[in-house]
């Protein structure tokens, strides 16, 4: 029963995510964590192969074969409907910097470095702002991105990375015979599934392309792999600096698990934090300071604390700080919680206590007293006490770490290309005046509309946005059926086609419904999400010409925009 109440309270974490109590919130996020940390040894010697192996002479196995494919097809069924959910907020959603600028400056970034320039500078988008993030953590993304793929496909990949390891993991639970273990890994799976806290940052986040390298980090402190573990949490430190919180306590661990190997332990810790940055700290070393350090300091203490009340809604105590006017505190309160946490840390280890719940101990109490405790900080300290979890399963205590990481990455890639399939089609028909087809008109346009014979939905000005989903960047024909709202019948209007930045060509527009079609090359697509943007040459309002009280502004109406590969 001690690893159920362990997945009671993972589970329990994701779901206090969707309280709009912050500070309730933060007291039952602390409250669970505590009582991970306490249980967390208990658990862990029930879910060892020794503990299994009692476990086994004390009770009559169940039917294994019937109970784990019955697990195996409920846990496929959670992952791809999730992997559904996922996709679809990024079929839906282009970049956008007014939604959230990070995957907006990693793309610069990318295409900086591609052309051979350092990618630590500054950006206009169109708001001034730095690379803030470390190469570890945008790497993973140059593969979609070379690709000519959406780079939230390496997202998903991250996202999918531990329900798929849960999944599995629950699967030989049940073929051991152990369903309520079984079961309780289906909870903590389908917790994390159906996020909606997740869900909405599938579309603008980041930070999971390197969760399966905090996977790996929690299975080598598990195995006390302490020189591998020492260089991932050296890697994680370059992908985020949060991470750096985690260190302490795993030099502390390697100290009185392995104190021989302390300081190549510490070497290799700072190699892997360091290394990937040497050549962009000898191009521009002032920039990159700035970009992982000074411009977070200067936009939280200028802008977020002064013009917004964005930290006062968020889990954590720096909100309720700054709600009284106590700006002055907030690193000092830090200093004194970390502090506090490495003194317990270091005390339980001593003690012979498990170091993992200790470090996403340490995560959580950094990520709660941080200058700005946005929501997704919390995603890397629940991964990490699941992922800790994981590893202590007999599953995993038995086999090849690069064997069962590479198992868990094959299953996410598998969900992920098999929905991808499924969704996105090469060809695609947005009818746009349907409320199926609303989700795909991003901007511009007003209502829809029912005509005698068809629907629609106006241009409310002289520009919208339509977002395409598409598996393929074959050439292809893009056509728009539309009618353009003209002043008088003897003038005409002039629309323009843009796919992804690239110009396809403009059309003239005569009186009444017509469909123009425009040649859209390889180049221009990517695939997954597509924006195709229409440029109107003039918009009146049915006020200003004489036509009735509407005050809109309308340019043209659009029935449909078809994609056909050619």
Known sequence: MWIVARCAFLALNFLLLSSRSYLLATLLVTLANVALVLLWDSAARTGSPEGLQADDRTRRRGPAWAGSAGIAIVSTIILFVACH?????????????????????????????????????????????????????????????????????????????????????????????????????????????????????????????????????????????????????????????????????????????????????????????VVPFLPFAIADWPALRYALYGSYQSMMKTFVWTSTEWVQHTIGITGWLLARGWKGAVEPVQIAVMLVVYAAAWHAIRQDRRPLPWLAFALLAFSMTTLWPVIYLYFDVFLLLVCGALAEAAILQQGRIPRVWAGRAAASFVVLMLSTWVMVPNDRSIDAGTGADRQFLYSGFANDERGTDRNYAWIDGIHAEIVVPRRSRADATIGVLVEPNLPTRDTVQQMSVTLNGTVLGTATLKEGWQEVSFSAPSQAWRIGVNEVTLALSSAISPFEAGLGADRRRLSAAIDRLNVRTR
Request: aromatic content about 10%; proline content about 7%.
């Open 85 to 273: 959910a996922w996709l679809h907020q990024i079929l839906i959603f282009p970049h956008d910097p007014q939604r959230a600028d990070m995957l907006v400056v990693i793309q610069l970034g990318i295409r900086r470095l591609l052309h051979g320039n350092n990618p630590y500078t500054m950006y206009n988008v169109p708001w001034q702002i730095p690379l803030p993030y470390g190469i570890v953590m945008w790497a993973p993304m140059l593969i979609p991105h070379l690709l000519r793929a959406d780079v939230r496909f390496a997202t998903i990949f991250g996202v999918l990375f531990v329900p798929a390891a849960c999944a599995l993991t629950a699967v030989v639970e049940a073929h051991r015979g152990r369903h309520t273990a079984a079961l309780a890994w289906l909870v903590v799976m389908s917790a994390i599934a159906f996020s909606p806290q997740l869900e909405g940052f599938v579309s603008i986040g980041h930070t999971p392309a390197y969760w399966p390298l905090l996977a790996l980090f929690a299975w080598l402190v598990v195995r006390e792999r302490w020189q591998s573990a020492a260089l991932a949490c050296g890697l994680l430190i370059a992908a985020r600096t949060t991470m750096v919180s985690i260190a302490p306590v795993l030099l502390i661990a390697v100290w009185y698990r392995g104190r021989s190997r302390v300081a190549g332990c510490a070497g290799l810790l700072i190699a892997g934090a």
